[in-house]
């Protein structure tokens, strides 16, 4: 099923993705010291939304602890293509301002219903994004509120130092934006929302649908060096329209053996009445 997310909810989403970004990002380890977490994949495919109108970031599997970057990665890229910060695009050192540029990658693509970072092939896709050349919303698509097309705007900052300085300041923004809005949504309209689009799939009882990106995704980036030199990229998926697939639904439960220390009920007669003494 293809569609179009409506700005508000498109930013309730964003919201709550900030939420749970900026929780990742604060994270501290026993003793109170931060451990510095970059997400370093944050991307429509990682963001999951339930028929309850929840909103959740997954997959966890690239993210690491600032010093474990610095000491493992360093001049080494990893995440999808489309959705790089221009340091990560050229190999160098990134913090937690690199998963605000990606989330502003993702939130304009929910609100435009297209990629900010476009080329004819990867190189040139790669060459926009170190440049943050990109259409601005207000271009992309008509109707865009100023409110949210400067919180996007400002996530997709070339410099880090020019963009949010955390998540928490984007959910701010984003929190003031909504409360311009005749109606702000919530978590109702985003499953009144999500429960149209797929009551067929709800009655099955699949309960997960995650917010699938424009084109297939391709493979984690390979290396690129500190100088700029691009290796390989496989990212020639001819965009789409956004895309909101379900996930399939968990397995039914088993049921339960009756305890063994309690003696099974004896059998039903013919007439449906129980047996043995009363």
Known sequence: LQTTVPHGLAAYIAREVCRALDYAHRKTDDQGRPLNIVHRDVNPANIFLSHEGEVKVGDFGLARARDNLEQSDAGIIKGKLSYLSPEQASGQPID?????????VTLYEMACGRRPFVGENDVQVVMAIREARY??????????HPSLAAVIERCLAHDPAERYPTANHV???LTRYLQQLPTSPGDRELADFINSLFAAERRSNSFLMKLTPLAHLPPPMAAVSRAGGLSEFEHSATPSPLELPLLPAPPAPQAAAPPRDRPRPPAATAAGT?????
């Open 274 to 278: 129980i047996g043995g003494p009363r």
């Open 96 to 104: 937690h301002r690199s998963d605000i540029f990606s989330f502003g």
């Open 135 to 144: 259409l601005p919303p207000a271009q992309a698509r008509e109707g865009f």
């Open 171 to 173: 959910r701010e923004d």
